[in-house]
């Protein structure tokens, strides 16, 4: 195992919320070379958790950091082995975990998705073959499109012009051009349809692949993209419903207005950033998550990971009149939540923490509890608010932290 692989595990380690910035940041200190410059013997990378361990305190926690690695390390080899980022890539960002730089925890998902999901890696080696399609949508109807990468990543940004392109970008291992044309031709699947396009790229052993799609601005846009071992990232395209599925990835979602909103993974952190919906799901089984934006109703959720999120007032004051309803919840790992200290907005609060404290900052709520706890209440007036926000924040194992952001302050 190289120790950039390591260093790979630790950032991605963090990004779950298995560990905190400043842990991150010791183990990765520990796989510094330094020793070497001393005159001493550097800690291989496979033991640099376990060597940690005994500089730092308390023994206990630093044990169960250095399991978690280890147990991370098996299986990532393979992944790893395959999508080997670069040393450059990795070196500017564990330099800014080590500073102890603020919005390091924002960064993360995107972070992990670019250096472990999206590009073509060393690993694996081919001649590249290009597949393109594009075309043109009726005007005043409602497009659905679909794809479906069964090995590969997929992304989505807004088109230069009035037309849709689609390109498909296959990396073949082939004797030569004719038969790498060949084995790309025998995994693309396409079909327009009266009202958008279906693409299906399917699994071959010889063939990796990335969709890159560009969809002009102004159709109502119903969405479902769905890949098998790749990360999705949908941008700057607003939609009336989008559903984003992988089962080992990242997905992203950015400068997005849409009426319905579901990003989901089985192993990845999942990252709404500028999203504001009527609706929204953010589910993972394996990964962190993180929304900053608005909807009227959210649901943010992972098995093993941290959530954050952060409320932010739509800049028409009729989009958030009413009752919002934000569920957040984690089987294991921290809960976090900023939300707008204004006058015209109220919130009633339902927490619940199996193991860890509750944090509560907010006019009117200023309370602090540990071990098994929860709380129960709301804000001065919140019947009579403009705005009346109910939050329910749930961990099974980690802290629940509320607390007031100024207004379009990241979280």
Known sequence: MRMKDERIIILQMLEKGKITVEEAAALLDALEPAAVREHKEAPAPEHAAETISSRSGPGDRWEETRERIDSSLKHLRETLREKAPTGDEINAFVRKVQQGVAQVIDELPDVVNRLLHWEFRSGFTGRTV????????????????????????????????????????????????????????????????????????????????????????????????????????????????????????????????????????????????????????????????????????????????????????????EVDEGELHWELSSQDGAVSLWVPTRDDYGYRLRLTAGEGSVSVSLPGINTTTSGTAGLTGHTAGFEEKRVRATLILRTEDGAIRVAGAREGADA
């Open 130 to 317: 290009e597949e393109r399609f594009s075309g043109t949508f009726a005007e005043g109807q409602k497009v659905t499109v679909r794809v479906h990468c069964e090995d590969g990543p997929v992304r989505f940004a807004p088109s230069e012009d009035e037309g849709y392109h689609v390109r498909v970008v296959n990396q073949v291992r082939a004797d030569d051009d004719a038969h790498a044309k060949a084995l790309s031709l025998e995994t693309v699947d396409w079909r327009e349809t009266e009202n958008g396009f279906e693409l299906t790229l399917k699994n071959h052993p010889k063939v990796r692949s990335q969709v890159h799609v560009a969809l002009p601005l102004g159709p109502a846009y119903i969405v479902d993209v769905t890949s098998d071992d790749g990360s999705i990232v949908w941008e700057k395209l607003p939609a009336e419903e989008v559903r984003l599925t992988t089962q080992d990835g990242a997905v992203k979602v950015s400068d997005v207005k849409a009426e319905r909103l579901e990003a989901r993974t089985e192993d990845g952190a999942v990252w709404l950033h500028k999203v504001e919906a009527n609706e929204v799901r953010a589910l993972s089984a394996d990964g962190a998550v993180r929304f900053r934006g608005f909807a009227r109703r959210l649901r943010c959720a992972t098995d093993d990971g941290a959530v954050r999120a952060a409320l932010i007032a739509p800049a028409l004051p």
